[in-house]
């Protein structure tokens, strides 16, 4: 399935499988991918540690797994997976099976789950069998109990449901004969690659070829050494996060080490292993972690900013390693840029807002404008033209419409600086909440909290951590809350109903 506009200048491009290879025949032996060291405390199974040779054999295993199940060309695979080595694998895997996946945040449930994957025809979902205490693997086969499209259900881990494809095995394999898949036509990076989900659950489609472009513009304004190592915080459940853990690590060619959620002794012996590295962190962890003495002089921050507006009002960076903040918006694009001499985020420029600021001849893969509205837009090489692929359309999701000049509204208001020709985000977009990298929209927050309990309220308030979080008032805030969880709800609503101090303990 090919994106049309990216077709024009695929020729040369690599795939995402391309550059994985390359990393692989120039050190099969060395080290590629290791799990969290805490893995234990939050899904099944010991550490994972791969070389480059072992993790493109679980990847073909991956992938002959899901072509052997009948899966075809262009099968949209979604995936719900803690942020560990079988989030790397599946990903490749679907991909070298000629397929597309969809990555999942984690802290969706059943609710989300089928809005989203509803939308796009998926065929399979692959999931752990728990992720913490909420048992994902049960919660992806209710899902697929209510997705006519999807056929088959795979998961890593213990004790999965009966009916579910178990996946341990692909670490197991010491040769695997790939059946071929159909040659599709057209320039390989051209077709799509993967799928994320934008507010409203509106399924944004990228090509290869887009991915590359958003990973270069973090690995170029990072700095990053060929074969240097990556620790990573972010997993790949969103294309900020494609971008930063999956890419970064692929252009890098190094190792990448994987963090989920936040265990303090467990990163600090990360970080001590890696020296040299750039570490992928949200924007609200860092100045703890610099407090706590866990980054080295060598080591280059990478700030993602999910609320972006949020960086004209933080501090300076006081810390001998380099810092680059990532500003996201949602899933049409990110500006990155490495602080200058004040030690202050750098303000987007207006036009060009790449990596080509610090690298001599390197790609302009994103541009900035102000509207006539008064909001932030984008285009470039990584900004999508599509929200999701022709072949998938459902007649009532519009596309995503760009104006006369190939710009995209990302609905972030911003004002211009005349003295420094510079834009500033002074908000997120109208009525939406933006809590822990979760985007919700009031209204539809509104409408669910209605339907379990019409006299229940919900608000979003400022958050030091968060930017925001949500905090909720009902009659009989236990019940109701687990009236939420129980229709599938994300657990950032229905906990919000729970005692502060009993949400804080979950």
């Given at each position: 399935?090919?994106?049309?506009?990216?077709?024009?200048?695929?020729?040369?491009?690599?795939?995402?499988?391309?550059?994985?290879?390359?990393?692989?025949?120039?050190?099969?032996?060395?080290?590629?991918?290791?799990?969290?060291?805490?893995?234990?405390?939050?899904?099944?199974?010991?550490?994972?540690?791969?070389?480059?040779?072992?993790?493109?054999?679980?990847?073909?295993?991956?992938?002959?797994?899901?072509?052997?199940?009948?899966?075809?060309?262009?099968?949209?695979?979604?995936?719900?997976?803690?942020?560990?080595?079988?989030?790397?694998?599946?990903?490749?895997?679907?991909?070298?099976?000629?397929?597309?996946?969809?990555?999942?945040?984690?802290?969706?449930?059943?609710?989300?789950?089928?809005?989203?994957?509803?939308?796009?025809?998926?065929?399979?979902?692959?999931?752990?069998?728990?992720?913490?205490?909420?048992?994902?693997?049960?919660?992806?086969?209710?899902?697929?109990?209510?997705?006519?499209?999807?056929?088959?259900?795979?998961?890593?881990?213990?004790?999965?449901?009966?009916?579910?494809?178990?996946?341990?095995?692909?670490?197991?394999?010491?040769?695997?004969?790939?059946?071929?898949?159909?040659?599709?036509?057209?320039?390989?990076?051209?077709?799509?690659?993967?799928?994320?989900?934008?507010?409203?659950?509106?399924?944004?489609?990228?090509?290869?070829?887009?991915?590359?472009?958003?990973?270069?513009?973090?690995?170029?304004?990072?700095?990053?050494?060929?074969?240097?190592?990556?620790?990573?915080?972010?997993?790949?459940?969103?294309?900020?996060?494609?971008?930063?853990?999956?890419?970064?690590?692929?252009?890098?060619?190094?190792?990448?080490?994987?963090?989920?959620?936040?265990?303090?002794?467990?990163?600090?012996?990360?970080?001590?292993?890696?020296?040299?590295?750039?570490?992928?962190?949200?924007?609200?962890?860092?100045?703890?972690?610099?407090?706590?003495?866990?980054?080295d002089a060598d080591q280059t921050a990478v700030a993602l900013w999910r609320a972006p507006e949020r960086m004209i009002s933080t501090t300076a960076w006081d810390n001998p390693a380099a810092i680059v903040d990532v500003a996201s918006f949602g899933e049409v694009g990110l500006v990155a840029a490495r602080r200058g001499p004040n030690n202050l985020p750098t303000p987007l420029p207006i036009g060009s807002a790449s990596a080509s600021r610090r690298v001599s001849g390197a790609p302009i893969v994103i541009e900035t404008n102000r509207n006539g509205a008064g909001m932030l837009a984008l285009r470039g090489r990584m900004v999508p033209t599509h929200d999701f692929a022709a072949s998938v359309e459902r007649g009532h999701i519009p596309h995503r419409l760009a104006d006369g000049a190939g710009f995209i509204d990302t609905g972030f208001p911003c004002r211009l600086d005349q003295q420094d020709r510079a834009l500033h985000v002074t908000a997120p977009p109208a009525g939406l909440t933006v809590t822990g990298g979760y985007r919700f929209r009031q209204a539809d927050v509104d409408a669910v909290i209605a339907q379990a309990n019409p006299e229940a309220t919900l608000i979003a308030v400022p958050d030091a951590d968060l930017g925001q979080r949500l905090a909720g008032t009902a009659a009989d805030r236990a019940t109701l809350s687990a009236e939420l969880q129980a229709r599938g709800v994300n657990p950032l609503i229905s906990e919000a109903f729970r005692a502060r101090g009993a949400a804080e303990a979950a």
């Open positions: 399935m090919i994106l049309g506009e990216a077709s024009r200048t695929a020729a040369a491009a690599a795939t995402l499988d391309d550059l994985f290879r390359r990393a692989g025949v120039s050190h099969p032996d060395t080290l590629a991918l290791a799990d969290p060291p805490n893995r234990a405390d939050f899904t099944d199974g010991a550490s994972r540690r791969l070389s480059y040779a072992q993790a493109d054999r679980a990847i073909s295993a991956v992938a002959a797994k899901l072509r052997g199940l009948g899966l075809h060309t262009d099968a949209v695979v979604g995936m719900q997976l803690p942020n560990t080595v079988e989030s790397l694998i599946t990903f490749l895997g679907v991909l070298r099976a000629g397929m597309i996946a969809a990555p999942i945040p984690t802290l969706w449930r059943q609710q989300d789950i089928v809005a989203a994957l509803g939308r796009i025809g998926a065929k399979a979902i692959i999931a752990s069998s728990r992720i913490g205490s909420a048992p994902h693997a049960e919660i992806a086969m209710q899902a697929a109990a209510a997705l006519f499209s999807v056929r088959q259900v795979c998961g890593f881990g213990h004790h999965l449901p009966d009916g579910m494809v178990p996946l341990d095995d692909v670490f197991a394999s010491a040769q695997v004969d790939m059946p071929v898949a159909p040659i599709r036509p057209g320039p390989a990076a051209a077709h799509i690659a993967a799928i994320t989900f934008d507010r409203d659950f509106l399924p944004v489609a990228r090509s290869h070829i887009e991915l590359v472009a958003g990973g270069l513009e973090t690995f170029l304004e990072a700095g990053s050494a060929v074969e240097a190592p990556t620790l990573s915080t972010i997993p790949i459940g969103s294309f900020a996060g494609i971008s930063l853990t999956l890419l970064h690590w692929l252009l890098a060619g190094g190792s990448l080490h994987l963090h989920h959620g936040f265990d303090p002794d467990a990163f600090a012996a990360q970080s001590r292993e890696v020296r040299s590295a750039a570490v992928m962190l949200p924007s609200a962890a860092v100045a703890g972690i610099a407090d706590a003495g866990l980054f």
